[in-house]
């Protein structure tokens, strides 16, 4: 019998009313569960939000500074635990152990960002028009936050919602994926541990309708913050309108690179190997277009091709093993489907294209590193989010062709050029309609310190980390202060 898993409301481990649960398996060998989680209904929810509510008034007065310290011990926990918080990771996602060490670092970078953040949460002093009237504006927490997080980085992506929520003096309520239940529990474990007050981080686990929706339509619920498919991101969007409610949108990408042909071919070849197959291309980062100028697009396809067939796919335990499986059949599923629609489509398959075959590939999820040439920029597999390791190659032959390839897409998140032109890589900054633009590196490694998101289909305009993450968590209040005595008139005296 495998581990059971509780919710964690009000500073207290327990079962949810179903009385149910679900497993967690690993998706590199389906006969491995990893522990059952409780499958939470509305009742739950309103249990946890009522929790964050009641915890409100309290931590919204403690001081920032007080607050930041119990990040900064999160992040010395997170820190000493990594290696074991990794490892979860990898058995309950697939991604490669460096890679989940990643996913841990992320956080633990984001603690501490958020901490130093307590002892800033900055807000203006401006002039005002009159003498004796004093004039500033100060930052105020939204109060209670939905955190409902994505599967691909089980702790990252946590993190980046609540410790900037937290450091804000919001209260919390989070749900994190059904693929990636146990990150979370560790994750909220390591905060308990750090001496945040009971009720001001609640963990409610289960599916999307039968938790996520009574959590986004809660009444008491001031802010949703979603990361996840595009799909659900419009679903939540349009219950937080009628609730009137503010919320906030990381969705899908199509990124891409380009290579000029003036760019050094091993690092671009690198660059782009680490951006399409690393995580196993389920990364709303991931490269999934490579846009090559003809010239050196033969040279290019050659090495990209020999480096993608010798991929070493397999079990993300295994310290060789550079890429593991996709997160669940469903999802294995759906990147079959679109490589049958870029075969129909004429794309031409230079590697990859299927299931991973033979007996240690049997039990897990896994799927061939995919390249496909001769891609059109209109063709399906070039316009929709695969997330998986399926990646176009595009020719162009002008650095304006390339940014109108890149530029033609529904989404913007991330974007990149090799080149080894100052010219061409500041008119591609310029020019290239994404919210993160790497110039000779890959779509893939923003760092928590920077805005993170994108344009268009990818978001709904808010960012997420850097000095700006703490905005959509926090409501701006503008202060004047008349010590002159008597009734003074704006705009009139
Ligand atoms: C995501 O793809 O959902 O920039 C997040 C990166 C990571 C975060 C990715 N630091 O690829």
Redesign the pocket.
Known sequence: MSKVYKNYINGKWQVSNSEETFENINPSNTKQVIGRFQKSNQIDINKAVAAAKNAQIKWRNTPAPKRGEMLFRAGELLLKNKDSLARDMTMEMGKVFKETG?DVQ?GIDMAYYAAGEGRRLMGETVPSEMTNKFCMSVRMPVGIVAAIT?W??PM??PTWKLFPALIAGNTVVLKPASDTPLSAVNLVKILEKAGFPAGVINLVTGTGEETGRPLIDHPNVNLVSF?GSTNTGSFVAEHCAKGMKKFSL?MG?KNAVVVMDDADLNSAVEGVLWGAF??TG?????CSRVIVHEKVIKKFNDLLVAKASGLRVGDGLNGKIEMGPLINESQRQKVKKYVDIGIHEGAKLLTGGDYCHGKSFQNGFFFQPTVFGDVSPKMRIAQEEIFGPVLSVIPCNSLEQAVSIVNDSKFG??SAIYTQDVNRAFKAIETLDTG?TYINSS??????QLP?GGTKGTGNGHREAGSVGIDVFTEWKSVYVDYSGKLQKAQID
């Open positions: 990643g992320e994505p691909n980085f990252a992506i990361t990381e990408g690393g995580t389920q990364r709303c980062t991931a998140l991330s993160i779509t893939i490694g923003a760092e928590i993170f």
